[in-house]
Nanobody, 115 residues
Framework: QAQLVESGGGLVQAGGSLRLSCATS????????MGWYRQAPGKQRELVAT???????NYPDSVKGRFTISRDNAKNTVYLQMNSLKPEDTAVYYC?????????WGQGTQVTVSS
């Protein structure tokens, strides 16, 4: 049974940084494209970063240049380094496959950016 567990969220001031981690089990991690997603209150969940099995990354314009996704296949873990955080980055952050698998959503980790 697949399990994806996010961690690393918290409260940070605008301009600060956080590094999120997503530990996975039950999937053949090294062969899967992975993504980080976020959902702010009252908004739909959105994709913020993807990384292919080969390490190719992609970001929407809203986070490009500020967020970096990476992966450690030996640890079955995907990371999201977030720099220059803005209040509008406040959301619950989730990892999942890319495209997402409905059954793999975890609890997420809360990121709150104060102004």
């Amino acid at each position: 049974q697949a399990q994806l567990v996010e961690s690393g969220g918290g409260l940070v001031q605008a301009g600060g940084s956080l590094r999120l981690s997503c530990a996975t089990s039950g999937i053949i991690f090294r062969f899967r494209a992975m993504g980080w997603y976020r959902q702010a209150p009252g908004k739909q969940r959105e994709l913020v970063a993807t990384i292919t099995s080969g390490g190719t990354t992609n970001y929407p314009d809203s986070v490009k240049g500020r967020f970096t996704i990476s992966r450690d296949n030996a640890k079955n873990t995907v990371y999201l380094q977030m720099n220059s955080l803005k209040p509008e980055d406040t959301a619950v952050y989730y990892c999942n496959l890319a495209p997402a698998n409905t059954y793999y959503w975890g609890q997420g980790t809360q990121v709150t950016v104060s102004s």
